[in-house]
């Protein structure tokens, strides 16, 4: 399972996101599995890439492929651009998580 904690501030602003595990990959996944871990890889990498391109915000990123580790969080104020962009990946996973939800992804929030 990916386990997903988006990272809020006081004022209920998104600030960061972890997440760790995967969805799964077997030789006969069950349905959903391998598209689950494939959609919310595309929709992280795309944001992160699109932040880095598009805005100058500054942010800490951390991935260990094997454990399925990403760690991502704004190192200062966060601007507009980038204030969509991360908004837009939340609610992509949301989505997700509606979808297809456990044994697959679980999705919490913790205020920083």
Request: some cysteine; hydrophobic content about 45%; charged content about 20%.
């Amino acid at each position: 399972m990916i386990n997903v904690t988006v990272l809020v501030n006081s004022r209920h602003r998104y600030v960061g996101i972890g997440m760790s595990g995967h969805a799964g990959f077997a030789e006969n996944p069950i349905e959903g599995q391998e598209l689950v871990c494939a959609a919310v890889s595309a929709l992280t990498l795309n944001t992160v890439n699109s932040i880095e391109h598009f805005t100058h915000d500054r942010f800490a990123v951390r991935i260990k492929e094997k454990d399925g580790v990403f760690r991502f969080r704004f190192q200062n104020r966060i601007s507009t651009k980038a204030t969509l962009l991360i908004n837009s990946l939340v609610f992509g996973l949301l989505n997700i998580e509606e979808a297809y939800g456990e044994p697959y992804i679980k999705i919490c929030f913790k205020e920083v």
